[in-house]
């Protein structure tokens, strides 16, 4: 049968040698029946789930000024603030305003591929605003990049592989992402808080920062299944880069966020993606045949499976997570992709595609592909 629910998981378990395998073989059944879950006592005290909450949700209320300063297409990172209906997805605007970090980085050299460019310094707000923000969004995003690092580790346990199988597809100083989402309760967009899709990468690891319901997850009958926020712990959607690596073992979800009804009020989240090394390759791993069978047997359960939305990371389309990655986030994000994408003439190697990509996001009517290259 199709998932009707979605499983939580006890990380604590999985630190333990006598309970430990009874928590992969949980993991299993998400991984290969439902690929969500929420997972609780991660290790990450509830007081500063809190701060990052109460961070977050301040910097909404920021003066507009102060967050145009910081806004996403003053750079070619893809970091920064994004307005209200300035993100697509599946060909629609998201009715969400945003604040997109990452771990730090410093600029890349000119000599670096294209997409190495998403990796850079944030832009943060100003201390004299939110004098604590900065410090305590860099302690929560270290402390997630562990939690992130022993549950892809577990997953690869649970799938028959040792337990470092992912870690050539990790930089030293890998780059993490997360987001600071805000989705109001009113506005001519209010509906798509944010479209059906599939995270990126390997895993992310979502904070439900408010009480409000919103977030749905696809089942194989095409099924939303609501996903409800529950106190001290975070929802784990595994990403394409995990399916596309697992060969299809550890599927991706398609999963949505609906407004909230007028008079509720916004509803605020802040997802943590895991990221990895934007140089890998699409290889895939050698997963056990028993756990393929499992996988196989599971599909036949649920009568198959049912997609909504493009799968990106196809072996043989891309050469590199990094540009699987670039171009989404050009088809998120059509306007920074205008101004530091296609207009740049060393970018060769990407040309008509860029042109034509940004074009069908956003409708414009550029009709010399030699601009975007």
């Known amino acids: 049968m199709s998932f009707t629910q979605i499983p939580i998981l006890d990380l604590s378990l999985a630190r333990e040698t006598d309970s430990k395998p009874a928590f992969l073989d949980s993991l299993r059944d998400a991984l290969l029946n439902v690929g969500f879950l929420y997972l609780k006592n991660t290790g990450i005290r509830q007081e500063l789930f809190d701060a990052v909450c109460a961070e977050g949700i301040g910097f909404f209320g920021l003066p507009e000024e102060e967050k145009a300063r910081v806004e996403m297409k003053n750079e070619r990172s893809f970091l920064g603030y994004s307005r209200l209906g300035n993100e697509v997805t599946a060909l629609k605007a998201d009715w969400r305003e945003q604040l997109d970090l990452s771990t730090p980085h410093p600029l890349p050299k000119p000599s670096d591929p294209l997409y190495h460019n998403l990796l850079a310094p944030n832009q943060w707000p100003s201390p004299q605003h939110l004098p604590n923000f900065q410090s305590t969004i860099e302690e929560y995003m270290r402390q997630m990049s562990h939690v992130s690092t022993l549950f892809t580790s577990l997953i690869a346990e649970a799938i028959g592989l040792p337990a470092d199988a992912f870690g050539a597809f990790f930089d030293k100083d890998q780059q993490h992402k997360l987001k600071i989402v805000k989705y109001p309760d009113t506005g001519d967009g209010v509906g798509q808080g944010v479209g059906p899709h599939k995270d990126s990468m390997l895993t992310s690891y979502l904070l439900q920062a408010s009480s409000h319901r919103g977030l749905q997850a696809q089942n194989t009958k095409g099924e939303w299944?609501?996903?409800?926020?529950?106190?001290?712990?975070?929802?784990?959607?595994?990403?394409?880069?995990?399916?596309?690596?697992?060969?299809?073992?550890?599927?991706?979800?398609?999963?949505?966020?609906?407004?909230?009804?007028?008079?509720?009020?916004?509803?605020?989240?802040?997802?943590?993606?895991?990221?990895?090394?934007?140089?890998?390759?699409?290889?895939?791993?050698?997963?056990?045949?028993?756990?393929?069978?499992?996988?196989?047997?599971?599909?036949?359960?649920?009568?198959?499976?049912?997609?909504?939305?493009?799968?990106?990371?196809?072996?043989?389309?891309?050469?590199?997570?990094?540009?699987?990655?670039?171009?989404?986030?050009?088809?998120?994000?059509?306007?920074?992709?205008?101004?530091w994408v296609s207009s740049n003439t060393e970018l060769r190697d990407y040309g008509v595609a860029v042109r034509l990509l940004i074009e069908l996001v956003s409708g414009s009517s550029c009709t010399d592909p030699k601009t975007a290259g």
């Not at 975070?234 to 999963?255: K, P």
């Not at 509803?267 to 699409?282: H, L």
């Not at 028993?290 to 198959?304: F, I, P, Y």
């Open 225 to 339: 299944i609501d996903c409800p926020p529950i106190r001290g712990t975070l929802v784990v959607a595994i990403g394409q880069g995990l399916e596309a690596l697992t060969g299809g073992v550890c599927a991706s979800t398609t999963h949505r966020v609906q407004s909230p009804a007028a008079g509720e009020g916004a509803r605020y989240s802040i997802p943590f993606f895991q990221g990895v090394s934007y140089d890998a390759k699409f290889e895939s791993m050698v997963v056990p045949d028993s756990v393929r069978e499992l996988k196989n047997q599971a599909l036949e359960r649920s009568g198959g499976r049912r997609d909504d939305v493009e799968f990106t990371f196809v072996k043989g389309r891309w050469g590199h997570l990094g540009e699987a990655t670039l171009m989404n986030r050009i088809k998120s994000h059509p306007d920074v992709g205008e101004r």
